[in-house]
C-alpha cells in the first residue's frame, strides 16, 4: 500500500501585477429625499411650537391632549426600537421603566415638593438608575428568553409597587402637585414638555446612530463575535443602550401621567405599552429611525377612528402585526424605502461613483 | 411540622399543573428554538374550547364525568391538528436567526386569542363543569389528604413528562426532533421534512396545551386575560428547572409550585410575587437552571 | 448514461456569485477529485449538488433529469448523498442514532447497520457513545456511515482529510477501492493535491469558481495542476 506522504504544494512564480484604474469615490449620507425631509421636520416643529396660539380655541385642548398621548407612545416605541431594533435586546418589559418614571415623579412632585415639570426628566433619571442593577439579572437570558425574563421584571414591580400603600397601593394615588395650577396653562405647558421630549428623542437617537458609538451598535447587531474581536466592548455597549432605552421609557412615562393626573400600577406597568410599541415599530420597520415615526402616524390613526371598537381595534391590531412580520418583514416604512429608495434619516453611508 | 407536610405537599399538587403548562414551551424551544409567548392564552382558549364543547355536549349527554371525557376526546385530537396547522401555517416563516419575528407574531396571537375570547365568551371567569370531581379527596397512606383532582393532575404531569423524555430518547420521531434542532441543514440533507418535524411537534405541544387549559378549567376559573399569568408561570418552570430536559422542567414546576404555597400561606397575596423572586434568584446565582441538560 | 452532470452551472452564495458556468460530468463507477485554493468553490459546487444552494434547474442534472432547485430531501431521495465538510454530525444523537439518520430517505440498497460496522469496525464498540465523544477521524467514518446508509448512486465527499493526521487520512481512504468495487460512484473535494490525484480517475481543478483544468489526474504534471490552482 502506497503510504499517504503528503507532498509540499506547488507554490506560484510571482506575477507581474498592474495596478487598475479606479475612478475616484465619494463617501455621501445624505440624500436628495433626506434634505427635504429635514426642512419639512423643521417646519413642523415650528408649526407645533406655536399651535396654541393658532389652534383654534374650541380644538386646542384637546388637540394638545392627543399630541401628548401620541408623543409618550412615540417616544417609548422609539426606544424600544433602539433596544431592539439596533441593540438586538427584545424585551417585552420595558414598560417596568414606563411605570417607574411615572411613580418616580409622582413621588418627586407630591412627595417632595418638585416642581412636576422637573420631575419628569428627573423621574427618568430614577428609571435610567434602577436599569442598571436590573441589567445584571436579565442580562444573563438571551433571545426569546430575554423577553419573557423581562417580562417577569416588569411583573415583579407591578406587583411591588401595588403593595406599597404611600402611593395608593394597588389602586394608585393623583398628581396633587399640579391642583393649584390654571387648566389652560397646565395643558400648554405639557403640550411644550411633550413636545420637547419628542424632538429630544429623535434627536439624540439620530446623532447616536451616526456616530462611531452608532456604528458599533450596528456592528454587535450584525455579528456580536465579530464585533467584540474587532475590539468593541459589547457588553458596555448593550448596557449603555439598555440604559439609555430605560431613560427614554421613563421619561416617556413621567410625561404620561402629568398629562393624565392619575397613576396606578395596572396602568403605569401595564404590557399593553410595549404591545403598541412593538405594533408601531414592526408595522414602521424595525431598525430604522423612521419606523416609529411612521408606526406612531399610523398607530394613530387607527387609534382614532377605531378604538371605539375595542375588542376588535385590538384583535385587528394584532393581526396587522402578524401580516406584516410574516410578510412585509421590513415593516411598511422598510418596504417603501425598498421600493422607492426614499430615506428620511439617513445614517447609512453611501459609495457615489 | 403538619403544616410544613400539607404545604408541601400542595406545592407539588400545584407543580404538577405548571408542568402541565410548561412541557409544550420546553418542547416548542427545545426543538425549534421558538418562544411562544402565545403559550398561556393557548392555555386558556384551550379551556375555552373545552367548555364550548361542553356546552355543545351538555344535552345530548346529562352525566358531567362521561360528558368530560367525550369533549375531551375531541378537544384532544383537534388541538393537535390545530397545532400542526399553526405551526406550518404561520410559525414556521418566523423561525431563523432573528427571534424577533416569532416573538411578535405569537405576541400578536396572544392578542387575537384575548380578543376572540373577549368576544366570544365576555370577561367573566368561567369554569368547567366536574360533577364534583374537583371537590372529591382522597387519604394517602401517612393520613394525608388530598384534592383527587389535583392528584391526578400530579400524575399525569409525571406521565407526559416521562412520556417526552422517552419519546425524544427512544423513537425515530424523537430522534428527528433531536437531529433538526442540532443541525436543520444536515438533517434535511438527510432526506428529513424539516417543515414536517416541526409541525409535528407544535402538535403534540397543543395536545399537553390543550389537556392543560381544560385542567386548569376544571380546577378553578378561566378567563380571557389568564394568558400572560400562565405563560409567566410556564416560562419561570422551565427557567428555575433548567432549559434541555424535560425532567428538568418538571422539577422547576415542583419547586415554582411549592414556592408559591409557601408565600400564599404567609399572606395570600404573595404568592405568586414569591415565584417570581425564587425565579430572579435561581436567574442570579445559577442561570443555567437548577437540572440544565448540556446540549 | 453520465450519471451527474452540470451545465454552465452559475451559483450564488450569500450575496456573492459563488460560480461561474461551471461544467461537470461524472460517469458511474468512477471517482473524480475537485481541488483548488479555499474560496474556489468547491464547497459551493459541492452545495449546489444537493440542493443546500439553489442552482437553476437545468444547470445541474442527475441520471439526464435536471434537478436544479429541488429540495435536499428530494435530492437525496433519488440517490445523492453528501458527507459535508467538517463532518457536521449531530452531537445530540449518539454514533448509531447517526447512522440511523442516515437512512432516513428509506432508499433500498446493500448498505444497512451492520454493514457499516463491518466497514468500519472500532463504531461497533462506540455505537452508543455520544457523536462527540469520539475522535475526529472516528467522527469521519460516522459521517461517511451516515452518508452510505442512504444507499446512494454518488456519495460527495467534502474534505475528508480536514484536520485529521497523515494515518487517519490513509485508514479513512482505505475504504474507498471498497466502495468502488461495490459500484459506488465519487466525487472527492480535497485540499491535498496528491493525494486527489492517488484516489481519482479523473481531477476538476477549481479557481475562482470557473474550472481551470481538467483532465486524467494520471496524466497531469505538476506545473499545469499549479498553474491552474492559482490562475497564474
Given at each position: 500500500m502506497p503510504h499517504a506522504a503528503v507532498e509540499p504544494m506547488p507554490v506560484a512564480a510571482p506575477a507581474e501585477v498592474q495596478p487598475r484604474e479606479r475612478a475616484p469615490v465619494r463617501v455621501t449620507r445624505g440624500t436628495?429625499?433626506?434634505?427635504?425631509?429635514?426642512?419639512?421636520?423643521?417646519?413642523?416643529?415650528?408649526?407645533?411650537?406655536?399651535?396654541?396660539?393658532?389652534?383654534?380655541?374650541?380644538?386646542?385642548?384637546?388637540?394638545?391632549?392627543?399630541?401628548?398621548?401620541?408623543?409618550?407612545?412615540?417616544?417609548?416605541?422609539?426606544?424600544?426600537?433602539?433596544?431592539?431594533?439596533?441593540?438586538?435586546?427584545?424585551?417585552?418589559?420595558?414598560?417596568?421603566?414606563?411605570?417607574?418614571?411615572?411613580?418616580?415623579?409622582?413621588?418627586?412632585?407630591?412627595?417632595?415638593?418638585?416642581?412636576?415639570?422637573?420631575?419628569?426628566?428627573?423621574?427618568?433619571?430614577?428609571?435610567?438608575?434602577?436599569?442598571?442593577?436590573?441589567?445584571?439579572v436579565a442580562f444573563r437570558l438571551a433571545g426569546?428568553?430575554?423577553?419573557?425574563?423581562?417580562?417577569?421584571?416588569?411583573?415583579?414591580?407591578?406587583?411591588?409597587?401595588?403593595?406599597?400603600?404611600?402611593?395608593?397601593?394597588?389602586?394608585?394615588?393623583?398628581?396633587?402637585?399640579?391642583?393649584?395650577?390654571?387648566?389652560?396653562?397646565?395643558?400648554?405647558?405639557?403640550?411644550?414638555?411633550?413636545?420637547?421630549?419628542?424632538?429630544?428623542a429623535i434627536a439624540a437617537v439620530y446623532l447616536f446612530l451616526r456616530s462611531k458609538r452608532g456604528l458599533a451598535l450596528l456592528a454587535i447587531r450584525d455579528n456580536e463575535v465579530a464585533a467584540e474581536s474587532q475590539g468593541i466592548d459589547v457588553h458596555g455597549m448593550k448596557l449603555a443602550v439598555y440604559v439609555v432605552a430605560a431613560l427614554g421609557a421613563g421619561l416617556a412615562g413621567a410625561l404620561y401621567f402629568v398629562g393624565n393626573l392619575r397613576i396606578s400600577p395596572d396602568a403605569a406597568f401595564s404590557v399593553n405599552w410595549t404591545a403598541f410599541a412593538i405594533f408601531m415599530v414592526v408595522i414602521g420597520g424595525i431598525g430604522r429611525i423612521e419606523g416609529p415615526i411612521v408606526g406612531a402616524l399610523v398607530f394613530w390613526a387607527l387609534n382614532k377612528f377605531l378604538s371605539d371598537y375595542g375588542t376588535w381595534y385590538l384583535l385587528g391590531l394584532g393581526l396587522l402585526a402578524i401580516v406584516t412580520t410574516l410578510f412585509f418583514r421590513q415593516g411598511l416604512w422598510g418596504w417603501v424605502q425598498q421600493r422607492w429608495g426614499w430615506s428620511l434619516f439617513p445614517t447609512q453611508r453611501r459609495l457615489e461613483t | 411540622m403538619r403544616a410544613a407536610v400539607d404545604i408541601l405537599v400542595q406545592g407539588l399538587l400545584l407543580g404538577g399543573l405548571y408542568a402541565l403548562f410548561a412541557l409544550g414551551q420546553s418542547l416548542m424551544f427545545g426543538v425549534m428554538r421558538l418562544t411562544n409567548t402565545a403559550q398561556g392564552d393557548f392555555i386558556v382558549l384551550g379551556a375555552f374550547g373545552a367548555i364550548a364543547a361542553l356546552v355543545a355536549l351538555g344535552p345530548l349527554v346529562p352525566a358531567p364525568q362521561l360528558a368530560?371525557?367525550?369533549?375531551?376526546?375531541?378537544?384532544?385530537?383537534?388541538?393537535?391538528?390545530?397545532?400542526?396547522?399553526?405551526?406550518?401555517?404561520?410559525?414556521?416563516?418566523?423561525?431563523?436567526?432573528?427571534?424577533?419575528?416569532?416573538?411578535?407574531?405569537?405576541?400578536?396571537?396572544?392578542?387575537?386569542?384575548?380578543?376572540?375570547?373577549?368576544?366570544?365568551?365576555?370577561?367573566?371567569?368561567?369554569?368547567?363543569?366536574?360533577?364534583?370531581?374537583?371537590?372529591?379527596?382522597?387519604?394517602?397512606?401517612g393520613g394525608i389528604t388530598v384534592g383527587l383532582l389535583p392528584l391526578a393532575i400530579f400524575v399525569l404531569a409525571v406521565a407526559a413528562t416521562a412520556g417526552l423524555q422517552w419519546l425524544f430518547g427512544s423513537t425515530a420521531l424523537g430522534r428527528s426532533f433531536?437531529?433538526?434542532?442540532?443541525?436543520?441543514?444536515?438533517?434535511?440533507?438527510?432526506?428529513?421534512?424539516?417543515?414536517?418535524?416541526?409541525?409535528?411537534?407544535?402538535?403534540?405541544?397543543?395536545?399537553?396545551?390543550?389537556?392543560?387549559?381544560?385542567?386548569?378549567?376544571?380546577?378553578?376559573?378561566?378567563?380571557?386575560?389568564?394568558?400572560?399569568?400562565?405563560?409567566?408561570?410556564?416560562?419561570?418552570?422551565?427557567?428555575?428547572?433548567?432549559?434541555?430536559?424535560?425532567?428538568?422542567?418538571?422539577?422547576?414546576?415542583?419547586?415554582?409550585?411549592?414556592?408559591?404555597?409557601?408565600?400564599?400561606?404567609?399572606?395570600?397575596?404573595?404568592?405568586?410575587?414569591?415565584?417570581?423572586?425564587?425565579?430572579?434568584?435561581?436567574?442570579?446565582?445559577?442561570?443555567?437552571?437548577?437540572?440544565?441538560?448540556?446540549? | 448514461m453520465t450519471l451527474l452532470a452540470t451545465h454552465a452551472l452559475s451559483a450564488r452564495y450569500g450575496d456573492a456569485q459563488a460560480l461561474f458556468g461551471i461544467d461537470f460530468r461524472l460517469e458511474p463507477g468512477e471517482v473524480v477529485a475537485i481541488i483548488g485554493a479555499n474560496g474556489a468553490g468547491k464547497s459551493t459546487f459541492m452545495k449546489a449538488l444537493t440542493g443546500l444552494v439553489r442552482a437553476p434547474r437545468?444547470?445541474?442534472?442527475?441520471?439526464?433529469?435536471?434537478?436544479?432547485?429541488?429540495?435536499?430531501?428530494?435530492?437525496?431521495?433519488?440517490?445523492?448523498?453528501?458527507?459535508?465538510?467538517?463532518?457536521?454530525?449531530?452531537?445530540?444523537?449518539?454514533?448509531?442514532?447517526?447512522?440511523?439518520?442516515?437512512?432516513?430517505?428509506?432508499?433500498?440498497?446493500?448498505?444497512?447497520?451492520?454493514?457499516?460496522?463491518?466497514?468500519?469496525?472500532?463504531?461497533?464498540?462506540?455505537r452508543a457513545q455520544p457523536s462527540t465523544a469520539l475522535s475526529g477521524g472516528q467522527q469521519q467514518m460516522v459521517a461517511i456511515g451516515r452518508a452510505l446508509m442512504g444507499n446512494p448512486k454518488v456519495l460527495l465527499c467534502d474534505e475528508l482529510s480536514l484536520g485529521l493526521a497523515p494515518v487517519v487520512i490513509h485508514e479513512i481512504y482505505a475504504a474507498v477501492p471498497a466502495l468502488c468495487a461495490e459500484g459506488m460512484t465519487l466525487v472527492v473535494v480535497e485540499q491535498d493535491v496528491a493525494l486527489a490525484q492517488r484516489v481519482s480517475r479523473r481531477v476538476y481543478c477549481f479557481q475562482e469558481g470557473r474550472v481551470a483544468l481538467e483532465g486524467m489526474s494520471a496524466a497531469l504534471t505538476r506545473e499545469q495542476i499549479s498553474q491552474a490552482y492559482f490562475g497564474v
Open positions: 436628495r429625499t433626506s434634505a427635504a425631509a429635514l426642512a419639512a421636520g423643521v417646519a413642523l416643529v415650528a408649526a407645533a411650537a406655536t399651535l396654541p396660539w393658532w389652534a383654534p380655541a374650541e380644538h386646542a385642548s384637546s388637540w394638545m391632549h392627543n399630541f401628548v398621548e401620541i408623543a409618550c407612545y412615540f417616544v417609548f416605541a422609539m426606544m424600544w426600537n433602539l433596544l431592539a431594533g439596533y441593540g438586538g435586546m427584545v424585551s417585552i418589559g420595558q414598560q417596568a421603566y414606563f411605570g417607574l418614571g411615572g411613580y418616580a415623579m409622582l413621588v418627586l412632585a407630591n412627595g417632595a415638593g418638585v416642581n412636576p415639570f422637573l420631575a419628569v426628566p428627573l423621574g427618568a433619571l430614577v428609571a435610567a438608575a434602577i436599569s442598571v442593577p436590573v441589567s445584571f426569546g428568553y430575554f423577553a419573557i425574563g423581562t417580562w417577569v421584571i416588569a411583573e415583579v414591580f407591578r406587583l411591588g409597587v401595588a403593595n406599597v400603600s404611600a402611593v395608593g397601593g394597588g389602586s394608585g394615588t393623583s398628581l396633587t402637585a399640579l391642583r393649584g395650577i390654571e387648566k389652560a396653562t397646565r395643558e400648554t405647558a405639557t403640550y411644550g414638555l411633550a413636545l420637547a421630549c419628542a424632538v429630544a | 368530560l371525557v367525550l369533549a375531551g376526546l375531541l378537544l384532544l385530537p383537534a388541538a393537535f391538528g390545530a397545532g400542526y396547522a399553526l405551526q406550518r401555517g404561520v410559525l414556521n416563516g418566523t423561525l431563523g436567526r432573528d427571534p424577533l419575528p416569532s416573538l411578535v407574531v405569537t405576541f400578536g396571537l396572544s392578542i387575537v386569542i384575548q380578543n376572540a375570547l373577549l368576544e366570544l365568551f365576555s370577561a367573566d371567569p368561567r369554569s368547567i363543569e366536574t360533577g364534583g370531581l374537583n371537590t372529591a379527596s382522597v387519604t394517602l397512606p433531536r437531529a433538526v434542532s442540532d443541525d436543520r441543514e444536515i438533517a434535511e440533507l438527510m432526506g428529513l421534512d424539516a417543515k414536517k418535524v416541526y409541525g409535528l411537534a407544535t402538535a403534540i405541544a397543543f395536545v399537553l396545551i390543550a389537556a392543560a387549559g381544560m385542567l386548569q378549567g376544571m380546577r378553578t376559573t378561566v378567563s380571557p386575560a389568564d394568558g400572560p399569568v400562565l405563560l409567566l408561570f410556564a416560562f419561570e418552570a422551565v427557567i428555575i428547572g433548567g432549559m434541555g430536559s424535560f425532567w428538568g422542567t418538571l422539577a422547576g414546576a415542583l419547586l415554582l409550585g411549592v414556592t408559591q404555597q409557601i408565600g400564599f400561606r404567609l399572606d395570600p397575596g404573595w404568592g405568586i410575587w414569591f415565584g417570581h423572586l425564587v425565579f430572579l434568584a435561581v436567574l442570579v446565582l445559577r442561570p443555567q437552571g437548577l437540572f440544565p441538560k448540556t446540549r | 437545468e444547470q445541474v442534472t442527475f441520471e439526464d433529469e435536471p434537478i436544479g432547485g429541488l429540495a435536499p430531501a428530494e435530492i437525496v431521495r433519488r440517490g445523492i448523498a453528501l458527507v459535508p465538510e467538517g463532518r457536521r454530525l449531530f452531537p445530540s444523537l449518539s454514533v448509531e442514532e447517526n447512522l440511523r439518520m442516515g437512512a432516513t430517505a428509506k432508499r433500498a440498497g446493500p448498505w444497512q447497520l451492520e454493514r457499516i460496522y463491518a466497514l468500519f469496525p472500532v463504531l461497533r464498540e462506540k
